[in-house]
């Protein structure tokens, strides 16, 4: 793995703002009812040990079922978080420590997404999951970077090549309604302060009805944010800890 760099505290675009006038209000939304769907499938019977890798200030950690156990790890400098990463971006704990590995919107952020994703690997037990949420076709955000943009295919290759199967991709805003969500951040800003608001719940009200417009299927294709599951084979021996050990 590279060297990664030092958490930041400021920047974060806020997605978890449940404000009816927030510009990700209804992203935000949607994002949350699937990632806990995709964590639900992940659950163990008898207590999960959930990971949550780049996790920031923890915004799911309360939404969780009281009985799972929750871990999250960040860059050095978030005092949020209950483990630091090495300097390489690895977690200092044992192999197949964990029944998920959560990961959301940190992907991008990552300078080798192959090695994070081996890690996950690494992290989870055989038959783990791993839940991944990332940027389809985003407009740029950096924190501390923001290197990649997915497409669903992409996404899965990458994650294949880790060693995970994947079981599901989600979308998150289909095409429409990307392209509506992207209208209103490029515009926003140049908007009087006095009519943003009004904007904001216009364009956010459109982005949900247009969202209508797709199936599960569809809105995976061209999903501004898209969400995969991925489950570690039962049959994995020991954990693998290089890329080269993945690649064709
Ligand atoms: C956009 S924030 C997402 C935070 C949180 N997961 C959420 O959904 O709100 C990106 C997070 O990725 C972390 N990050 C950046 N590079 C990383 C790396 N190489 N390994 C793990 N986390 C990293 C950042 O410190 C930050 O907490």
Redesign the pocket.
């Known amino acids: 793995m590279t060297s990664?760099?030092v958490?930041?505290a400021s920047r974060?675009?806020d997605?978890?703002s449940t404000a009816p006038w927030s510009p990700f209000a209804y992203v935000g939304k949607k994002l949350r009812s699937v990632l806990l769907d995709l964590i639900a499938a992940g659950e163990t019977v008898g207590g999960t040990r959930l990971l949550?890798?780049?996790?920031?200030?923890s915004?799911?950690r309360n939404q969780l079922p009281k009985t799972m156990e929750y871990v999250g790890?960040?860059?050095k400098g978030?005092r949020a978080a209950d483990v630091l990463?090495d300097e390489d971006?690895s977690v200092p704990l044992p192999a197949g420590s964990f029944d998920i590995v959560l990961?959301?919107?940190?992907l991008e952020?990552?300078?080798d997404p192959s090695a994070?994703l081996v890690e996950c690997f690494r992290l989870l037990r055989p038959g783990g999951t791993l839940v991944l949420t990332t940027h389809g076709i985003m407009y740029l955000?950096r924190?501390?970077q923001d290197y990649w943009r997915w497409t669903c295919d992409g996404l899965a290759r990458i994650v294949q090549r880790a060693g995970l199967d994947v079981v599901e991709m989600r979308g998150v805003l289909g095409l429409a309604a990307a392209a509506l969500q992207l209208l209103q951040d490029g515009t926003a800003g140049h908007i009087p302060r006095w009519l943003r608001r009004p904007y904001l719940l216009v364009m956010q009200s459109l982005i949900a009805l247009a969202d209508r417009l797709y199936s599960e299927r569809t809105r995976a294709e061209n999903g501004l944010v898209l969400a995969v599951r991925a489950v570690k084979p039962a049959a994995s021996v020991g954990a693998r800890t290089s890329l080269n050990e993945h690649v064709e």
């Open positions: 990664a760099p958490f930041q974060r675009a997605v978890h949550d890798y780049g996790c920031a200030d915004p799911y790890a960040d860059l978030n990463l971006g990961s959301t919107q940190v952020h990552v300078a994070y955000h924190d501390p």
